[in-house]
C-alpha cells in the first residue's frame, strides 16, 4: 500500500469541535440531482468554450490584458491545486504557517475542482488503491486491451466525477473535518466559485474601462482558464497512468509526461510521486521543471513553511528501476 502521510495533529481551537461530515462541509457522501447538473455545467461551458478558443482568438477578441488575466489566475488557482490542495493538504510534505494554510485552500478552491476535504478524501483513496479495485479514476478499471483501455480513459478522465457514491470524508480526510480554518474554507466554497466567475471580468472591465474588456476577461481568464486547468488535471489520471516513463519503482502504472510539466505546474513527474508520495518534489531528476516545489522552495526561505520533506538521495536511488528490471 502506498503510504500517506500521518494526519497533523490538531491544536488549539481545532481539538474543540469534531464537525460532522454531512454539515461541516458542503454535499453529502452521495451526490444528488442537482449536484450532478452543476457538475455537468462547470464542466460542458468551459469545454465548449475551449473548442471556440482559437476562432474567437482570429476574430480579435483576445487582448493583453487577457492574457495576463488568464496566466495570473490559472497560476494562482493551479498552484493552489499542486501546492494546496495536493502536497500539502492531502500529503503532508510541509507544514505551512496559518496565513499561507488559508491562501493555499482558497487560492486551490478558485480552480472549481470541489471543496478542499471532498477533494483531498478523493485523492487519499486513489493512493489507497492505486490502478486496483477501488480506485475512484484508474484508466485500467475495465482491463488492458485496447476497448477496456479507452473505456477507462475516459472514465479516469471525465467519467468517475459522475459517480453517485462519493468518498467518504470521515474516513479518508478525518484531520481536515477537525481543523476550522479548512472546514469554514471548505463551506465558502459556492461564494469562491462566484469570485473565480467574475473577478477576472470585473478586472478586465475596470482594467480597460469597458463592457468589451469585460467580457473577452470573463472569457478568456475565467472560462477558458477553468477549463484548461480541469483538464490538465485530470489528465494526471487519465494520461499520466497510461503512458510516460517510469525510472522509479511503483506499484501502479504512473508514469513521467514531460509535456505537461509545465501546464501542470510540475504534478506530471507522477512517477515520483507515486513511488514517494509525501515527497514536496515530483521533478527530481535533472531538466524536470517542478513550479511548485519551486514555490515552496520559496516559501521556506520566507519563513513561511517548515518541516518540508525535500528529495534524499538514498531514498531517491533505492527506489530507481535498474536495468535488469525493465
Known sequence: MTPVAAPEAPTGAQQAVEFDTDKGTLGSEQK????????????????????????VAWGGFLGWHDVVLA?????????????????YFTHKSFKPNRPLKYALAIAGSLA????????VADHRKHHKFSDREGDPHSPW????????????????HIGWLFDTEQTPQRQYAPDLLKDRDIVRVSRMFPALVLFSLLA?????????????G????????????????????????????????RPFRSRDKSGNVW???IL??????????????????????????DTSARSIWFFEKCGWVSDVRWPVKERLEARRVRAAEV
Not at 460542458?44 to 471556440?52: E, M, N
Not at 470541489?114 to 477533494?119: A, L, Y
Not at 509525501?278 to 521533478?283: D, E, K, V, W
Request: charged share 10%.
Open 141 to 156: 478499471k475495465y482491463g488492458t486491451s485496447l476497448g477496456a483501455l479507452s473505456k477507462g480513459f475516459m472514465h479516469a
Open 71 to 87: 496566466v495570473v489566475f490559472y497560476t494562482l488557482s493551479g498552484h493552489g491545486i499542486s501546492i494546496g490542495f495536493h502536497r
Open 214 to 245: 469585460a467580457l473577452t476577461a470573463f472569457f478568456w481568464a475565467s472560462l477558458i482558464r477553468i477549463g484548461l486547468l480541469h483538464h490538465v488535471t485530470w489528465s494526471i489520471n487519465s494520461i499520466c497512468h497510461t503512458i510516460g516513463d
Open 264 to 289: 501542470s505546474q510540475g504534478e506530471s513527474w507522477h512517477n515520483l510521486h507515486h513511488s514517494d508520495p509525501t515527497c514536496a518534489r515530483h521533478g527530481v531528476l535533472k531538466g524536470q521543471l
Open 259 to 261: 509535456w505537461l510539466a
Open 112 to 119: 472549481i475542482e470541489g471543496p478542499v476535504v471532498r477533494w
Open 32 to 55: 444528488g440531482f442537482w449536484e450532478q447538473l452543476a457538475l455537468a455545467l462547470f464542466i460542458g461551458i468551459p469545454f465548449l468554450a475551449l473548442l471556440a478558443a482559437v476562432p
Open 200 to 212: 477576472p471580468a470585473l478586472i478586465g472591465g475596470l482594467w480597460s474601462w469597458s463592457i468589451e
